[in-house]
């Protein structure tokens, strides 16, 4: 679906100090932005904001970024950060391709990556925020023993995604093919997540580790 042009969002996202419009500026800074030396999670593709205003809710000692690409997007993320008072939360519009630009090295401790678009054509696989490409690129400001947690409803993309973890230098500590039945504690549901599961989707998940 065509996300409909909402001119006021860019002037918002500007004058908000929640979030970062030319975030190469501050690269291997981060932590000056946040103004602590607080661990960074990074969330890519975090939409409407759901599921890193919750997480970032739940933990106000880790600081938290979130990457989307449209502003007529992330501008509803904005406001639930605006909302919580979320100060240990920041936005960055940017297209995710161009995540190596911004961010130095050792210097993000988690990645989310939550029901990315699975580019199932195998000429467009090197897309998936998974894929080995990518990959290299999170390695180079991903501190050692971080870790990816990835969530998808694509059985495909996520048995192609163990592979690419394997190749990369990331062991798997954790997977499963029904994340809701399989006990684990520390989910949070996203907006995508809530509407799709009581279709009867099931949410695979693994956790992996950087060597």
């Known amino acids: 679906m065509r996300l409909r042009k909402k001119w006021w969002a860019r002037p918002e996202l500007e004058n908000s100090e929640h979030a970062v419009i030319d975030p190469r500026e501050n690269k291997g800074n981060w932590s000056r932005v946040f103004g602590n030396s607080n661990n960074i999670y990074l969330e890519l593709g975090c939409g409407r904001g759901g599921f890193i205003s919750a997480r970032a809710l739940e933990e106000k000692?880790?600081?938290?970024?979130?990457?989307?690409?449209?502003?007529?997007?992330?501008?509803?993320?904005?406001?639930?950060?605006?909302?919580?008072?979320?100060?240990?939360?920041?936005?960055i519009p940017l297209n995710i391709s161009w995540v190596g630009e911004v961010f130095d090295r050792n210097e993000i401790s988690r990645i989310y990556i939550n029901f990315c678009n699975p580019w199932p054509k195998l000429r467009h696989n090197k897309r998936r925020l998974t894929h080995n490409r990518f990959l290299s690129i999170y390695k180079e400001f991903l501190k050692p023993g971080s870790e990816i947690w990835f969530k998808t409803d694509d059985k495909e993309l996520f048995e192609d995604s163990l592979e690419y973890f394997k190749e990369s230098g990331f062991d798997v500590t954790y997977k499963t093919y029904d994340l809701h039945c399989s006990g684990f504690t520390q989910n949070i549901i996203t907006e995508y997540e809530a509407k799709?599961?009581?279709?009867?989707?099931?949410?695979?998940?693994?956790?992996a580790k950087l060597r």
């Open 61 to 91: 000692n880790i600081n938290f970024i979130g990457i989307d690409l449209k502003d007529e997007v992330i501008i509803y993320a904005l406001k639930k950060v605006q909302d919580l008072n979320l100060e240990n939360v920041r936005l």
């Open 196 to 207: 799709f599961t009581g279709l009867g989707m099931k949410t695979m998940f693994l956790i």
